[in-house]
């Protein structure tokens, strides 16, 4: 007979990380919830549409990428789940600017 795990417990360690991302909206749902397209964020935002399409299919964008278009976007750079956790690099491994 199989037994219930109680969520948190040893058996059952939280998944912290799962649970700081899942309350992060993706970039994707970032921009349709502030009603933009693709090439509007990327014409406010001054990067490329193709780089936001490589965003949204799971390409990890670089700080100044990532600063670009959430300053577009009227949010935190930490406020959006992004590809790879690149917030987690200094910028001098990015190519910051």
């Known amino acids: ?7 948190g ?6 998944d912290v990380l799962g649970d700081v991302v899942a309350g992060k909206p993706t970039l994707t749902e970032a921009r349709k919830r502030a009603v933009l397209s693709m090439n509007e ?14 965003i949204e299919r799971g390409a990890r964008p670089q700080m100044r990428t990532i600063r670009k ?21 200094p910028d001098e491994q990015e190519g910051g600017e």
């Open 1 to 7: 007979m199989n037994q219930p795990i109680v969520s």
């Open 9 to 14: 417990s040893v058996a059952d360690p939280p």
């Open 41 to 54: 964020l990327a014409k406010k935002a001054k990067v490329s549409a193709s780089t936001i399409m490589d």
């Open 69 to 89: 278009l959430s300053e577009a976007l009227g949010v935190a750079p930490a406020d959006i789940a992004w590809p790879g956790d690149p917030l987690g690099l």
